[in-house]
């Protein structure tokens, strides 16, 4: 029989991220109202979609192996060259030659236990182990703890999200910079901001380059093209030319250029998306404290409320589901108290008060 290298074989066979087709499958439904993924409700820029469309029948050539028009673009917006940009098919991908290029076969990975989970993945499958630090009691993440086992650890990768997802809390442009400067000189950060469109600019960590950083974006949430699979890390030249050698060139969906490009120039549309989040965030407060329940303050494109255990929880994201509602929960503690809902239309937003709250009143919840 064939079998995979042992370090392969001793990863536990599991499915890290159930989505709402397989769920659709197991209940029958045929479809459901998608809060779960952190997607946009407020869909691509209209002129990506033109752009996307208009090339639709050119879908027989490979994209640019180089993505050469998004990087200038890129760089433009970042104020660097288009050497410290690489483009990649989403911020997974981007992690995955972060872990390949830094950390593999028995190196160290820190993370927050319960944060985005894909590191965690890459780290195990190039052979690498992770440690954890756990989030402090409201949610948020505990920087002081991370830097204690970086001393301790000396990892070769330190990860960090920033908003957090699943908490959406967020660090301040000066405590992120006095992690960053308190790490072990030896240990790279990697610093997912998936969803820093939703932050101001001059509240994130300021722009500068450091061979010991490296900074990744994605088209996946303000922009509204998650089923693109596109996003970018701005690094140092040096550790462009390290993901150059491994990375996949034609892995990046030539549409998914066309469209990344044209939402760049559409920062009007971007702007909306924002602004029509924050409303949502806002109505999700509201709810939450309408039926006395407490919320973690958010900067990204969903909201945390507590349900007060775990158990509880997961009793109300199943019988929502059972409803037609799609929403997740964190997994580790102390965010599994928590419900996670994505910012929806005002449509969507009513349709999950009304389920949410028939749920809290009328099921033994």
Not at 4 to 13: C, L, V
Not at 169 to 197: K, M, T, V
Request: aromatic share 8%; charged share 25%; net charge negative.
């Amino acid at each position: 029989m064939i079998r995979p290298i042992p370090a392969i074989e001793a990863i536990p066979a599991m499915t890290p991220f159930v989505g709402p087709e397989q769920l659709m499958r197991e209940s029958g439904r045929t479809a459901l109202l998608r809060l779960g993924a952190n997607e946009s409700a407020f869909g691509p820029s209209p002129k990506a979609v033109a752009a996307m469309s208009q090339e639709l029948e050119r879908l027989s050539w490979y994209g640019d192996p180089e993505s050469l028009d998004l990087r200038d673009a890129l760089a433009a917006k970042h104020r660097c060259s288009p050497e410290q940009i690489v483009v990649a098919s989403g911020i997974d991908d981007v992690m995955g030659l972060a872990v390949r290029a830094f950390v593999g076969p028995g190196g160290t990975a820190l993370t927050t236990r319960g944060t985005y989970p894909t590191l965690v993945y890459h780290v195990a499958g190039y052979g690498g182990r992770t440690v954890y630090a756990s989030y402090r009691s409201d949610g948020t993440i505990d920087v002081d703890a991370l830097l204690e086992i970086a001393r301790r650890e000396r990892p070769s990768l330190v990860y960090l999200a920033n908003p957090d997802n699943p908490s959406g809390s967020f660090l301040s442009r000066g405590e992120i910079r006095r992690f960053y400067d308190e790490l072990p000189h030896d240990s790279l950060f990697l610093l997912d901001e998936a969803y820093a469109d939703f932050v101001d600019e001059e509240r994130l960590l300021e722009p500068f380059f450091d061979d010991r950083l490296i900074r990744m974006r994605t088209f996946s949430k303000a922009y509204g093209m998650a089923g693109a699979r596109i996003g970018y890390a701005i690094a140092t030249a040096s550790n462009v030319q390290t993901f150059q050698k491994i990375r996949l060139h034609y892995g990046v969906n030539r549409n998914a250029q066309i469209g990344a490009l044209a939402s760049l120039q559409d920062e009007t549309f971007r702007c909306h998306v924002v602004d029509e989040t924050k409303r949502a965030r806002e109505d999700y407060y509201a709810l939450a404290r309408e039926l006395g329940l407490g919320c973690i303050e958010s900067c990204t494109n969903f909201a945390c409320i507590d349900l007060g255990t775990a158990e509880r929880a997961t009793s109300v994201m199943n019988e929502l589901l059972r409803r037609g509602v799609w929403i997740r929960k964190p997994g580790a503690p102390p965010l599994d108290r928590y419900v996670r809902v994505s910012a929806g239309t005002a449509e969507m937003r009513a349709e999950f008060a009304r389920a949410f709250r028939a749920v809290l009143t009328e099921a033994s919840v």
